[in-house]
């Protein structure tokens, strides 16, 4: 017996409904438009993280003798490894959320019970991969604004 089975779908006193059906095709419609368009986005960043290099340089020609630049400059790498880390992580939330949208549009059309439950896990592992990196970014704003504070803290320009 499927859990997709319209008439006789019982567990633990729940039961799938043609109403819940249509819910899970509509919300896969809309799980597979935020993926692709997460998965464009990501494509995109990761060409203009390959252009950043060149930008910056083109900048600094055209800058002159900015302070800013001479301090961004020697940080470009790590910050190209972060951007690149942080699309590596965005490409596997999308991923279970284009995993999700694909099984469970699967499991309603075809009443594949193994392929809700997939549906289901990956949903899972999508949120739970986003809120690992959403408490990953707390820390690290946390982190960053405590460095900025102290280098505010210690710096002598006097104010005012």
Same mark, same amino acid.
């Given at each position: 017996m499927s859990i997709l089975d319209e008439n006789a779908a019982q567990h633990n006193g729940l039961s799938v409904t043609g109403e819940m059906k249509r819910s899970w095709m509509s919300i896969s419609k809309w799980a597979m438009f935020f993926a692709i368009i997460g998965f464009i986005y990501i494509g995109l960043s990761l060409l203009m993280i390959g252009s950043m290099g060149t930008m910056l340089q083109m900048i600094m020609a055209m800058g002159g003798d900015n302070p800013v630049f001479s301090v961004i400059a020697p940080m470009m790498s790590y910050i190209t490894i972060i951007s690149v880390l #942080? @699309? /590596?992580?965005?490409?596997?939330?999308n991923f279970y959320h284009f995993r999700f949208a694909s099984q469970i549009q699967r499991a309603v059309n075809f009443t594949d019970q193994?392929?809700?439950?997939?549906?289901?896990?990956?949903?899972?592992?999508?949120?739970?991969?986003y809120g690992i990196t959403v408490c990953a970014l707390i820390v690290f704003y946390v982190?960053?604004?405590?460095?900025?504070?102290? #280098? @505010? /803290?210690?710096?002598t320009v006097p104010i005012g």
């Open positions: #942080m @699309m /590596a992580v965005m490409f596997f939330i193994t392929s809700f439950e997939k549906s289901w896990l990956n949903l899972r592992n999508h949120f739970r991969l982190i960053l604004i405590v460095v900025i504070g102290s #280098m @505010m /803290a210690s710096s």
